[in-house]
């Protein structure tokens, strides 16, 4: 399984801003830009985003990979969705 | 400032003498009060705090409350009537287990590690743990649930977040029950309740809100874990309970501070947090601590986002204003 880049941006774009911003559109964050030290999400938050990258795309992050450098921005995340789908892709 | 690791040395005489003015005198003119309740779990913690009580009013001013419930260490109410009897004051005993029961805490918690382990009954121990490895990786927090059979048998896997949020709900009903009972003692003799929490516990949140969060003086909230020991030494509190590994006494299974909350030895993680806030560089910590670069920076973002992420536990209710 492949996602488009944009698409994907996209949708955990929408999904941050349902699930942690209450659906506020108005809140700036630049793909780029910590959830943490931005205040959007906490360690809670990281639970919530997992079950959500599980559940939507099938990627389950090792304990190995829970990470700011997987998981704590939009870039990270596309990213580490990508390269998990690729690897599932290539067995 | 120079940063050596001598940093967190402090003159124990001099500070016990400077927090059992400062208790006596917020009891008596900030609280109006004339004595104090500490809840007394056999920790280093509310150990001390009671220590510093029974110096500052009197041990006759003062009563340590056991709170025990059926997964706490028999060894908590030993140690604790030890202390008590070393510094005169009254101990009482307050089982809330029935309470707890009452409450649904164990059910509630039981369910939920279920949804995770199918094959738990109540004869299993459970705890909660989360990676003790921060500074070799700039890792998250998550958390582990382990469940353990009599015959030593054991199983762990990362917990979903309904379970996790539900394990935890329920276990903090221990906490806000033993804040009721302290409150029940203090009221009926018109004194204040004791918060026997260190800066590491209060600063990086690990107390439940209204629960252990919950009392009208917190006298050692701003001192690290490691000065806290210093001050035990020069207490003269019972040895058993300056060597005992502090433990949460919150799950079945013991679990130890480290293990649950803070992921790093007390020692490393005071000296860390010290360093960052009096802004350090990472190549000075790590040459005093014998730790690497890179590992000074993991331990800096682990304390820095455990700060920020509880924030909310230190607020006091908000007004829509």
Same mark, same amino acid.
């Given at each position: ?16 801003? $349902?699930?942690?911003?209450?659906? $506020?559109?108005?809140?700036?964050? /630049? ?37 700011? /450098? ?16 690729? /690897?599932?892709? /290539?067995? | ?321």
């Amino acid at each position: 399984m492949t996602i488009d880049q944009t698409v994907l941006r996209k949708e955990l774009r929408q999904f941050i801003t $349902d699930s942690f911003l209450i659906g $506020d559109d108005q809140v700036v964050f /630049a793909d780029t830009d910590s959830f943490m030290k931005n205040g959007i999400i906490d360690s809670t938050g990281v639970l919530e985003l997992t079950a959500h990258l599980e559940e939507k795309y099938s990627v389950t992050p090792s304990d190995d990979e829970m990470l700011p /450098a997987n998981l704590d921005s939009i870039d990270n995340l596309v990213n580490f969705i990508q390269r998990k789908l690729s /690897a599932t892709a /290539a067995q | 400032m120079e940063f050596t690791k001598d940093s967190l040395k402090i003159d124990a005489a001099a500070v016990t003498e400077q927090l059992c003015q400062t208790i006596r005198t917020q009891i008596r003119t900030r609280l109006h009060k004339t004595g104090a309740v500490v809840g007394v779990s056999g920790g280093i913690d509310s150990t001390v705090c009671a220590a510093l009580c029974a110096r500052a009013l009197g041990p006759e001013r003062v009563v340590g409350i056991m709170m025990p419930e059926k997964d706490s260490s028999p060894l908590s109410e030993q140690l604790a009537r030890k202390l008590a009897a070393q510094f005169g004051f009254q101990a009482i005993k307050e089982d809330i287990s029935g309470g707890l029961a009452g409450l649904g805490c164990y059910e509630r918690r039981d369910e939920a590690i279920r949804s995770v382990f199918p094959e738990f009954d109540p004869s299993w121990s459970a705890k909660i743990t989360i990676p003790t490895n921060i500074l070799e990786k700039d890792t998250f927090n998550f958390f582990h649930l382990t469940i353990e059979n009599k015959s030593g048998e054991s199983r762990t896997k990362r917990m979903p977040l309904a379970a996790y949020l539900q394990v935890v709900a329920s276990s903090n009903l221990k906490q806000r029950l033993r804040m009721t009972t302290l409150y029940y003692h203090a009221e009926k003799r018109n004194w204040a309740v004791i918060g026997t929490g260190n800066k590491d516990e209060h600063e990086q949140g690990f107390f439940v809100k209204y629960g252990d969060g919950g009392a009208d003086l917190k006298p050692i909230a701003h001192l690290f874990k490691i000065q806290v020991y210093q001050l035990a030494e020069y207490l003269k509190v019972p040895r058993e309970i300056i060597d005992r590994t502090p433990t949460t006494d919150t799950y079945s299974a013991e679990v130890t501070q480290e293990e649950f909350f803070f992921g790093l030895d007390f020692y490393k993680m005071d000296m860390l947090w010290y360093a960052l806030e009096h802004k350090v560089p990472a190549e000075k910590a790590a040459e005093v601590l014998g730790l690497t670069v890179e590992q000074v920076r993991h331990g800096y973002a682990n304390i820095e986002r455990k700060v920020n992420a509880t924030e909310y536990l230190k607020l006091p209710p908000l007004h829509a204003v």
